[in-house]
């Protein structure tokens, strides 16, 4: 790689670099439990709770931190949080 | 001289525990010296922290390349950092993991060793917080400092029932390692 | 003078570099302080704001500014009032003070501003290197650099009673580098305000704001005394050089810490290849010269202290009977291809007898490490100049081709 003009170039770039290793605990969606009513993906400090098609949701762990705020928020009890192991 | 890099995430402590090492390294009458290496100033970033331990005073300023030791935060550094780079071949890996060390294949002669000090940080701080535990478990297994000395820099640091709390954990993981 | 580490040791202390500044500072009892947080100043900064909400700095005013350039600007109204003033920058924040140094410097206001060097934007970088303080040499303030937290600690006070010295009158940088010495916890004994009493009097100047006796600072100089007013200046930064001096030596006796004055040497008596250097790369190039000299080979270091004044007189009586000289710079005068500890020292030896060939390197930009290895490859190519001259004169050191 060569640097270009005065450093310009795509955006995007923080992309690669992957924060979610920081976890210690990953939330799971208990899906039967589930309203959909999106409260996880207002609340995600690190925008790691993505919307599906089907109305519900789910983690991006390359970016989510485990920090918990989503299961501690969530109205019916549907996310827990587990603890990794690495 | 000796030389230890300490591989973490940014947030996980580990720019603390290079400073502690090196307040502990001098309680124990040797000269220290502990800088960190900022990279991209964000949580979960991959940082790494220096400490030098010498018998005279430090003046070299480089970063450390070739570490007689390497103290690993979160294994899933070892995706994105090359962290046995340098290693002396004599030198000793310490990981903070759930696996043992055979779990590991790195390209290395030095020693692994890995301790569960998230487990330890669990159990009896009650957060996920490694950084101090991993000092205690690197004592035990190095045998470069007393133990003592990192218990006193950590309840200086962190005074009261925090720092308290520490010191359990960090003589806990002295044991285990003393004990492995 | 040497340092005596072991017996220092026992008043040792391990802190963090910026610590140690802002506890010399606070034994220097300073009666404004003004603060700008800017990495990687911001812990100076902070540890004086504690010490303040501590009670531990009387009769000091904290002021909170809203960019670096009221920063020195309500430094100049501070210390034309009499009050010994102090603030902390660095990089972008010292860039955007530069109208004001010079308002500082021509005032002849003797405030002492620790400088924690960082790489210059574009590109954004908040790493170490020189080129934020070596881009405001021209601004009349008498320029430091240290080589480690015990130094900057211990110049912080010898700025002080260099400035405010009766016949100096000049604002004076302290300059350590970013990250490398400010971020770093090492054993370092911190200044005991008794002895900072003895060494530094309280400051009396001569002329000061006071409503009951009123004066004009910054008056106007119109073409019949302008050049008048530098000529002073110039005047005041000649006499700098001896007090620079005294205050290290005064230092010495009653702290028993010495780094040299303008300047410092080391092995460099009988050394062929002289290295001159600023700031913390210095310790790393003793320990590339003591392995070096293991081998056998003639090399010496000598450290640049006071790079305004520029030591002339003393640079010359070091390097005159070398082989050759090697000056390594953390920044670049771009589109000369040098760094200004090159370009002055090759100026310092034009025009006299002493015939010594001068190359440089610009080192470090940035924040790019400087391994013992880059030094011991930078004196193989100085010994290259021994044999067959000179090929290169100036370059850049570990230029990666393939980024270009």
Known sequence: ?86 | MKEIRIHGRGGQGSVTAAELLAVAAFADGKFSQAFPAFGVERRGAPVQAFTRISEDPIRLRAQVYEPDYVIVQDPTLLEVVSIASGAKDDGLILINSDFDPEHFDLDTNAKIMTVNATKIALDIIGRPIVNTVLLGAFAGASGLIDPASIKEAVMERFPGKVGEKNAEAIQKAYDMMMEA | MQRDFEKDKKNMVVVEGSYAVASAVKSCRPNVISAYPITPQTHIVEDLSQFMADGAIPNCEYINVESEFSALSALVGSSAAGARSYSATTSQGLELMHEVLFNVSGMRLPVVMTVVNRAVSAPINIWNDHQDSISQRDTGWIQLYAEDTQEISDMTAQAFKIAEDPEILLPVMTCMDGFILSHVYEPVVLLEDDIVAEYLPPFEPEFKLDPKNPKTFGAFADPNSYTEFRYLQQQAMDKALKKIEDAAAEFYDLFGRHYGGLIDTYETDDADIILMAMGSIVGTIKDAIDKLRAKGVKVGLLKVRSFRPFPVEAIRNVVKDAKVVVALDKNISIGLNEGALFTETKASLYNTKIDVPVIGFMIGHGGRDIPTGTIENIIDEAKKVIDSGITVESQFTDLKEELL
């Open chain 1, 1 to 86: 790689m060569t640097i270009p003009l005065g450093g310009v170039c795509a955006p995007g770039s923080t992309l690669v670099n992957k924060t979610g290793g920081w976890r210690t605990f990953k939330p799971v969606f208990d899906y039967d439990k589930c309203i959909k009513c999106k409260l996880c993906e207002l609340l995600c400090p690190d925008m790691s709770v993505d919307p599906r098609d089907d109305g519900f949701f789910e983690f991006n762990y390359d970016f989510c931190k485990g920090c918990g705020i989503c299961a501690n928020e969530c109205p019916k009890d549907a996310i827990e949080m587990v603890l990794e192991e690495k």
